[in-house]
């Protein structure tokens, strides 16, 4: 019994005592069976609960905590970095980088639409977080491209570029991961892998020993070239938006425009999709995804 309990049987009793009679027992009475009562619905609650009946209060709180769930449960996504080679107005040169230009098509133009073929895949996957670095509508140098590919936190790169050749019989596929004497080479070096097998597969053939080549520039911006069988470091610099960007990243050369079945496979609306696809699959092999 409770102490209030046991204040109230005490007055009961002394009124009975000094001849109050029936009428304030009942209603001692009366005052125990709802403090009783009250006690007993408290040590029922659980047991309520557990059954699947909840007071109204109960059911606010729940209600509250269910409307917050699903921030708790938002999974962070994937910040793939797609950057479209060239594109925008070159104030350098006061004309638009168009990039190399062959059977009638602008290398901008081409990797412009490819780079938003695969951002779309990407989005439409719900695991990632795509960034265009351009969107053609203003030049933007490759340590711009970079920087912002850095700023939204990219774990990966790929840079679509196409070849161009005066010799219209030169063709074929090649990408350029970042450098050995780079921390991120490794993993670069795999997802350049992915995409070189990808690109065989649609028909393109593979440049150099695999497809996969390392690109450097001299003291005077001569380019040169060496093999991926090459693991030697060396520190001139590599493409700008590949060494910069903070994560593992690829360029790819994926075809010659001035080629008309490289163009066929990867430069006409079909060819666009094709390769679209094809980087989408590497960038889920890349990430270990189905």
Do not use: W
Not at 143 to 154: F, I, M, P, Q, V
Not at 186 to 203: N, P, Q, T, V
């Amino acid at each position: 019994m409770t102490p209030v309990q046991e204040k109230q049987v005490y007055r009961s009793r002394n009124r009975r005592r000094h001849g109050h009679g029936g009428l304030a027992a009942a209603i001692a009475v009366a005052v125990i069976c709802a403090v009783t009562l009250g006690v007993l619905q408290t040590k029922a609650a659980p047991a309520r609960r557990a059954a699947g009946a909840v007071s109204a209060t109960e059911s606010t709180v729940e209600t509250k905590l269910d409307a917050l769930a699903p921030a708790a449960k938002t999974e962070t996504k994937i910040v793939v970095a797609i950057d479209p080679g060239h594109g925008g107005v070159n104030p350098n040169i006061g004309a638009e980088d168009a990039g190399s230009e062959g059977s009638g098509l602008r290398e901008a133009d081409i990797t412009l639409k490819t780079a938003q073929l695969v951002c779309e895949k990407l989005e439409a996957d719900g695991r990632f977080a795509p960034i265009l670095t351009a969107d053609g509508t203003e030049y933007r140098k490759p340590s711009r491209r970079a920087e912002l590919a850095k700023a939204a936190g990219a774990e990966l790169l790929l840079s679509i570029h196409l070849n161009y050749d005066a010799d219209s019989s030169v063709a074929g596929f090649e990408c350029y991961p970042a450098t050995p004497q780079l921390a991120t080479n490794a993993d670069s070096l795999r997802f350049a892998g992915l995409i070189a097998e990808k690109f065989a597969a649609l028909g393109l053939d593979l440049r150099g020993a695999d497809g996969i080549r390392y690109i450097y520039f001299d003291a005077n911006d001569n380019r040169y070239i060496r093999e991926s069988t090459d693991a030697t470091p060396i520190a001139d610099p590599t493409f700008t938006i590949v060494q910069a960007c903070g994560c593992p990243a690829v360029l790819a050369e994926e075809g010659f425009i001035s080629n008309t079945q490289d163009v066929a496979r990867i430069a006409s609306d079909a060819g666009c999709e094709a390769a679209a696809q094809a980087y989408y699959d590497c960038i889920l092999a890349y990430f270990d995804l189905q």
